[in-house]
């Protein structure tokens, strides 16, 4: 039996960790969510030799290399529970995208079946990030601070997003759902797309 991967990406304040952590919750008999960060946290704790070589790295505050990541990531969907397994925030870059790429056409038992875009303007994710920064710090901190911190995340997100799109793309792959909606209707719109496809 393969497991069915379904990549989520999107901007900062797209919502996509909130939207696949949802649905997991919703079929939690079939669905499982992780995030990049919770997959190397749960390797560390598992105290794997893997588990040993990424805490070396987190613990000298470096970062963790692609080729581990990407075996996390395998390890990860190997071991989960159920068939179904949805990763948010993966790929970042290009790199990631081709690495996991390579490793996924040695595995016959797991099938990437879709990338799912939650797509936002960047005006919207400003205004969801900056709000939950003013509400955090209750307009104590200075608004240039964190503008600036978020165009950062915004470019790291933008740079490789057009080859990303095109790779994903090219393959059949790329499914892009509007985050500019509530909440509700991108969680059944997501959940929807994902059930028809498993």
Do not use: C, W
């Not at 393969?2 to 939207?19: E, R, W």
């Not at 190397?40 to 000298?60: D, N, P, W």
């Not at 964190?146 to 990303?164: G, H, N, Q, W």
């Amino acid at each position: 039996m393969s497991k069915k991967l379904f990549l989520i990406i999107g901007a900062p304040g797209s919502g996509k960790t909130t939207d696949a952590s949802l649905i997991a919750q919703k079929h939690s008999d079939k669905i499982v969510h992780y995030s990049t960060g919770d997959m190397l946290r749960a390797e560390v704790s598992s105290g794997s030799e893997l588990g040993q070589t990424i805490e070396s790295y987190i613990s000298r505050g470096a970062l963790v290399p692609l080729d581990i990541i990407v075996d996390t990531i395998v390890s990860a969907i190997d071991n989960a529970p159920v068939d179904v397994v949805l990763i948010d925030g993966y790929p970042r870059s290009v790199e990631q995208m081709e690495a996991l790429d390579e490793l996924l056409k040695e595995k016959d038992d797991i099938e990437l079946v879709s990338v799912i875009e939650v797509r936002v303007s960047e005006q919207v994710a400003k205004e969801r990030i900056l709000g939950r920064a003013a509400e955090a710090k209750e307009g104590e901190a200075r608004s240039d601070d964190s503008v600036e911190v978020f165009y950062d995340r915004m470019k790291v997100y933008t740079d490789p997003l057009a080859d990303i799109q095109k790779f994903y793309t090219d393959k059949n792959l790329l499914h892009v759902i509007d985050g500019e909606r509530t909440l509700e209707v991108i969680v059944e719109d997501m959940d929807n797309f994902i059930q028809s496809n498993i």
